[in-house]
């Protein structure tokens, strides 16, 4: 989880609340910049939220049925594109394959070595690509979270 810092802003944290930015995407193949909609990812609560790792699940769908594909199988398929657009910074420099960016098949998370922070009204635009789906599925279910904590401050 990396270091955890007792402070945000020259504000003492005294609380820590677990929280999740979550959204799913419906995609077929050859798709090119699907985009989660765009409250999925705005942090919109007084909270700063403290954010430690990025969790992707890769669902495919046969016959109206979710199949798990997370990890060797699904992950090769869909690659990602964060940005942060208050901050106008990309995440990842290209589009990215899900199973370049995780940890490990076990873990199946992208842990960030430094706590990364939103504020209100600050977020990511998370767009997503298909390759050519080989003998697998047709349809995937594309899940992504950002997990970490809300943090109550102290006063100056």
């Known amino acids: 989880m990396g270091r955890l810092p007792d402070t945000f802003n020259d504000r003492k944290i005294v609380q820590r609340l677990p929280y999740a930015m979550a959204g ?3 995609m077929e ?3 090119t910049g699907r985009q989660f909609t765009s409250a ?13 790792r990025m ?7 046969v016959a109206a049925t979710p199949v798990n594909l997370t990890g060797a199988q699904g992950d090769p398929f869909i690659s990602c594109r ?11 420099k290209a589009s990215t394959q899900i199973s370049s960016l995780i940890k490990s098949d076990s873990f199946h ?3 960030f070595g430094e706590p990364y922070y939103l504020s209100k009204g600050q977020g990511f635009t998370v767009l997503l ?9 047709n349809v ?3 899940r992504v979270a950002f997990q970490g904590y809300l943090v109550t401050l102290g006063s100056k």
């Open 24 to 26: 799913t995407v419906i």
């Open 109 to 111: 998370t992208w842990e």
């Open 140 to 142: 995937w279910s594309v």
């Open 40 to 52: 999925a990812f705005l942090h919109n609560i007084d909270k700063p939220f403290e954010i430690h």
């Open 129 to 137: 690509d298909s390759s050519v789906f080989v003998d697998v599925t």
């Open 55 to 61: 969790v992707p699940r890769v669902m495919g769908v």
């Open 82 to 92: 964060i940005f942060d657009f208050d901050r106008n910074q990309d995440l990842v």
């Open 29 to 31: 193949a050859s798709q």
